[in-house]
């Protein structure tokens, strides 16, 4: 069964601290790692998608880099419209569905 | 920026009622799928479509759910019976190639 772990569950940073979220998965035929924002009652907000060992992708504050096990979202000078649970994702098999992480809930404060 | 759109925001019903919750996928998109989230609690994937037929289903997705596409452009959840269990976020998706997109989710509250 695949597997889809974060950490850590909850990180507060000051404004400007510079940190990384992990996502740890074990699965069988990796064909997309997602990395997604949801903020309180809203709907999951695509950021990216990686495929290989090695990627990265960056967006604004944003990169996300991985490898074989896990996934990194790494956040460069934090402001606290970060402030969200980032969720990680994975997509296998037939590709018809992606697995959740738990996410990591990201508070930003000045 | 095309978006996943749905309706309603908000449904509140009682117990044993049937509803039907509704979605508009991006337009150029081919899988569709909805996925649900009760609060507190992670993402679950409940079923995908694709070329008009289930393509995949979890097993939450049993004889009480269903999905149909029944024009172009929209797609719809179809829960019957409903159960206190069934308060929950429903989301629905809908993916190109490389990117997943979410709706803003209808609330279900079952009274």
């Known amino acids: 069964e695949d597997q889809v772990t974060q950490s850590p569950e909850a990180l507060r940073l000051q404004e400007g601290e510079s940190s990384s979220l992990n996502c740890s998965y074990t699965?069988?035929?990796?064909?997309?790692l997602f990395w997604y924002r949801q903020d309180p009652g809203k709907g999951p907000e695509f950021l990216f998608t990686l495929y290989s060992a090695g990627e990265e992708k960056e967006k604004e504050r944003l990169k996300a880099t991985l490898t074989k096990k896990e996934s990194f979202l790494h956040i460069t000078a934090p402001k606290p419209e970060d402030s969200a649970t980032y969720l990680c994702?994975?997509?296998?098999?037939?590709?018809?569905?992606?697995?959740f992480g738990t996410g990591t809930q990201l508070k930003v404060e000045l | 920026e095309p978006e996943v759109t749905q309706t309603p925001s908000h449904q509140v019903t009682q117990m044993g009622q049937e509803v039907i919750l509704r979605c508009v996928p991006i337009s150029n998109h081919l899988y569709f799928y909805w996925y649900r989230q009760i609060l507190g609690q992670k993402v679950e994937f409940l079923v995908s479509?694709?070329?008009?037929?289930?393509?995949?289903k979890s097993e939450i997705f049993d004889d009480q759910f269903s999905v149909e596409r029944p024009d172009g452009s929209n797609f719809t959840l179809k829960i019957r019976s409903t159960k206190l269990e069934d308060s929950a976020m429903y989301f629905c998706?809908?993916?190109?190639?490389?990117?997943?997109?979410f709706g803003p989710g209808t609330r279900l509250t079952v009274t």
């Open positions: 699965v069988s035929g990796l064909r997309g």
């Open positions: 998706a809908s993916r190109s190639a490389s990117e997943q997109y």
């Open positions: 479509f694709y070329n008009n037929e289930i393509s995949e």
């Open positions: 994702a994975v997509l296998t098999g037939g590709g018809n569905k992606l697995t």
